[in-house]
């Protein structure tokens, strides 16, 4: 496994990354990105750091120590220790990364149980499945088209949508785009599939297969970085979350980019590409992941809200108390999803279990309705003390504006001006910058489109039979009476049925 400094050193290696109409010539230094590398290698570090390495690592299949979560769980403690594991990396960043490196170990972690899966390429399968636990990468990915002309057939986008342009002998050519790349910049691999369903047809759309973020021809196109407007605007004292949390995302272009057969998972086949997000347990441990990381991220937005009541002295309100008891009430929740889903297992290949879907069913339904519930409630108790702040840390190492701050700006129960300005920037980072922007359009958006997550309910009951359950329980209560009456002996019937007397 990598150390943090090797990780940094492993992403100076040639890639082309766009920002600003600039090529960065190295993402570890440029004030866009090196805040965010510096943070996910910490995160390296601390699978070797004695204090955190029993929570984060174990021994793999292979022999040797991998991240928990890179590894294939065999039963419900394994999941559950898994999901510590998850918890302690997202605690490295308050829960406002989420596409870390476990996040694609979501889909690595279960290439070797599912390896017969991937007809054809089963070896590679099982190749990637060892690779990625003996080297935790950190793989992005892109799996949407983008958003060009989505109301027609990937055939009819041939000159923008990923496909494959060429075979070779030793692999295939690729084109297209792809979106969206969080954290492109910052990674190892991008791994490239389809969300939308391949129709039949032409199949050179039907591909699976990982890219190093090097390979010639392909170029990313960063958004913004709110870590570099951070760097230019002020300093982490008025940007602590954005200065070194941004998880810039971007626009995948491969431009002819060859891929070798070793690193294919598919091609030319649509089953294969339609079926491996439901069929392969990638939809089971991608939430698990995405769970855990939203209940890290709530268990610090309970104490962001805490700390910022008691400042303005208001926690003592009734309103605000049922307030702060509405967002812990959504932090247990998430945790106890996470718990269920890891003790109440599935069955998978090989002796091997994933996480509940059922369970898992339920996060991605609420945790979009409630980051916006969240930030409404910060925004009504915390109220217009996120506006009154100073412009910025400068303005409190000015001796001639200083004596006004420390009076006007103070807390309640001898918190200082300073104290209390720097809480409620933390605050505002974190749901009013165009970082706490980012963050909430990526919560709502993290699973999907709305109706598909809700779709996804009622298919997948559909699938494990509970929604003929749910309806059998309804017939079991419509076959207790009639026209008549009760039908059985139980109940005594009164004067708008035939009277019927048992005991």
């Known amino acids: 496994m990598l150390t943090g400094k090797e990780y940094l050193e492993s992403l100076r290696d040639g890639r082309v990354v766009y920002l600003n109409g600039e090529t960065v010539k190295d993402v570890t230094t440029h004030p866009a990105y090196r805040n965010a590398a510096r943070s996910i290698a910490r995160m390296y570090d601390a699978l070797h750091d004695p204090s955190t390495a029993p929570v984060l690592t174990t021994e793999s299949e292979f022999g040797f120590r991998t991240h928990k979560f890179f590894k294939g769980s065999k039963n419900a403690q394994e999941l559950l220790e898994a999901r510590d594991a998850m918890a302690e990396w997202s605690r490295m960043s308050y829960g406002f990364m989420g596409r870390t490196p476990d996040y694609k170990a979501a889909f690595t972690g279960s290439l070797g149980p599912y390896a017969d899966f991937y ?10 499945y060892k690779k990625a636990q003996k080297d935790v990468p950190f793989c992005n990915h892109t799996i949407v088209n983008p958003q060009l002309d989505r109301g027609q057939p990937l055939e009819k986008n041939k000159d923008v949508f990923v496909r494959a342009v060429e075979e070779k002998e030793n692999g295939i050519i690729v084109s297209g785009a792809k979106m969206v790349g969080t954290s492109a910049a910052l990674t190892h691999y991008n791994f490239v599939a389809n969300y939308a369903p391949v129709m039949d047809g032409d199949q050179s759309h039907a591909l699976i297969f990982f890219v190093p973020m090097n390979a010639p021809g392909l170029k990313v196109i960063s958004r913004q970085s709110y870590e570099e407007i951070a760097t230019t605007l002020g300093s982490p004292f008025d940007y602590p979350l954005s200065s070194r949390f941004d998880e810039n995302d971007a626009v995948i272009v491969l431009d002819n980019v060859f891929i070798p ?19 392969t347990g990638w939809i089971n441990r991608y939430t698990f992941q995405g769970c855990t990381r939203f209940a890290v991220k709530l268990d610090f937005m309970v104490g962001l809200l805490m700390k910022a009541t008691e400042a303005a002295g208001s926690h003592q309100f009734r309103g605000v108390q049922a307030s702060i008891g509405e967002v812990i009430a959504w932090r247990n929740m998430f945790w106890s999803i996470s718990t269920a889903m890891a003790l109440d297992p599935e069955e998978a290949p090989g002796g091997y279990v994933l996480p509940n879907s059922t369970y898992a069913t339920a996060y991605r339904t609420f945790a979009p309705v409630v980051w916006p519930k969240i930030k409404e409630i910060f925004e009504q108790v915390v109220a217009g003390g996120l506006i009154q702040l100073p412009s910025s840390a400068k303005d409190f190492q000015n001796p001639e504006i200083r004596t006004y701050l420390d009076k006007y700006y103070k807390g309640s129960d001898g918190i200082t001006a300073e104290e209390r300005v720097k809480l409620l920037k933390l605050v505002w980072d974190a749901i009013g910058t165009e970082f706490g922007g980012r963050n909430e359009l990526y919560e709502i958006n993290y699973a999907g489109n709305q109706d598909g997550i809700r779709l996804d309910n009622l298919k997948m009951a559909d699938a494990a039979g509970h929604t003929a359950q749910f309806k059998s329980f309804v017939d079991q209560a419509l076959s207790d009476y009639n026209l008549d009456g009760w039908v059985g002996s139980t109940w005594i019937n009164g004067s708008g049925g035939k009277e019927k007397v048992f005991y």
Do not use: C, H, Q, S
């Open 119 to 128: 007809k054809g390429f089963e070896d590679n399968a099982r190749r990637w």
């Open 261 to 279: 057969w070793e690193d294919v998972l598919a091609y030319k086949n649509v089953e294969i590409t339609n079926g491996f997000r439901p069929k």
